[in-house]
């Protein structure tokens, strides 16, 4: 079955099997955050997604970041999450260059917005769980907007 990018289907088959991987998860400690995840493009898309504790809670699409208590947003534009997806199907991971550390560090490809210092820090004290969220990418047959 080929999952949407962006799609509400496609976030929560990977929260699907985050919550299902819970061994994986525990190892990397808990992580407690709302995300948001913009995609750019023709037609942008807001994802909200609720991390508590060693689990994705919930995943819902929004019309603006007011509509939830967001405490980071990922922005870039589809071409970049195409090729960060891209690049965690052919090998199991990202390469390097398309971690979300890196993408979201290195020339700022990708975006980081946030209203309040805490919600900046905890992208990156959730980072190891946030990149195996979208790990679980891996094998999905993808069909892109």
Request: charged fraction near 30%.
């Amino acid at each position: 079955m080929a999952f949407k990018f962006p799609s509400l289907d496609f976030f929560r088959e990977l929260a699907r099997r985050m919550n299902a991987d819970r061994a994986t998860f525990e190892k990397l400690g808990f992580c407690d955050t709302v995300m948001g995840v913009r995609v750019q493009g023709p037609t942008p898309h807001l994802y909200a997604l609720t991390f508590e504790v060693f689990d994705c809670s919930d995943v819902r699409e929004i019309g603006d970041a007011r509509e939830a208590e967001l405490d980071f947003t990922l922005e870039a534009p589809l071409d970049l999450w195409r090729a960060m997806l891209e690049s965690i199907r052919e090998h199991g991971r990202p390469a390097p260059e398309y971690t979300l550390n890196s993408l979201s560090h290195l020339g700022n490809r990708m975006r980081v917005v946030y209203d309040d210092p805490e919600g900046h820090d905890k992208l990156y004290r959730f980072m190891a769980t946030l990149q195996a969220y979208f790990d679980n990418a891996r094998d999905l047959e993808i069909e892109w907007a």
